[in-house]
Structures are given as C-alpha cells and as structure tokens.
Nanobody
C-alpha cells in the first residue's frame, strides 16, 4: 500500500522559512515524476515545484528563487524548502509521486 505523509507545515511570519517533507512508503521516490502542489482557500490546486522522471525541475513563477524541491533517495523522502514566505503562500501543500497524493499539510503565513 502506498502512503505519502506530508509534514512541516505550520504558522510562520512573512519573510520566514519552512521545510516540508513528504515521506513515502510502498513506492520509490527516485522513480517517476514527483512534485509539490498547493491549494489556497477558494482557489484551484496549482503546481508549485515538480521533478520530472528525467530529472528536470519546474517551478511556478510565483515561487522561483524562493522554493527548492529536493529528494533524499536513501530516506525515500521529498522536500520543499520554502524561503521568503509571504501571505500569498498560505495554502494546503500536497505531495504527489506518480499518481499518488498525500493528504496535505497546512502552511499559514501571517504576522
């Protein structure tokens, strides 16, 4: 059974940083496409950062230069380092590996 468990969300002040983790079981993170998505209240889910099966990395324009996606194959975990957070980054963040999704972790950026 495949499970993706996100963690690392929380409340942070504008300008702060968070690192999200997506621990995978039942699936190997180094194989296939993986990424982070987010859904803000009242908005559609959008891609934030994606690593393709070939290793190419895509970032949404709104997070370029601030967010970094990475993975640790030994830990079977995908990360999203988020810096210089602003209130517009407030959303539930979801991890996706191939066709599987986690349940999300809430990030709130507020003073």
């Amino acid at each position: 059974q495949v499970q993706l468990v996100e963690s690392g969300g929380g409340l942070v002040q504008p300008g702060g940083s968070l690192r999200l983790s997506c621990a995978a079981s039942g699936i190997i993170v180094s194989i296939g496409v993986m990424g982070w998505y987010r859904q803000a209240p009242g908005k559609q889910r959008e891609a934030v950062a994606i690593i393709s099966s070939g290793g190419a990395i895509y970032y949404a324009d709104t997070v370029k230069g601030r967010f970094t996606i990475s993975r640790d194959n030994a830990k079977n975990t995908v990360y999203l380092q988020m810096n210089s957070l602003n209130p517009e980054d407030t959303a539930v963040y979801y991890c996706q590996i191939r066709e599987y999704w986690g349940k999300g972790t809430l990030v709130t950026v507020s003073s």
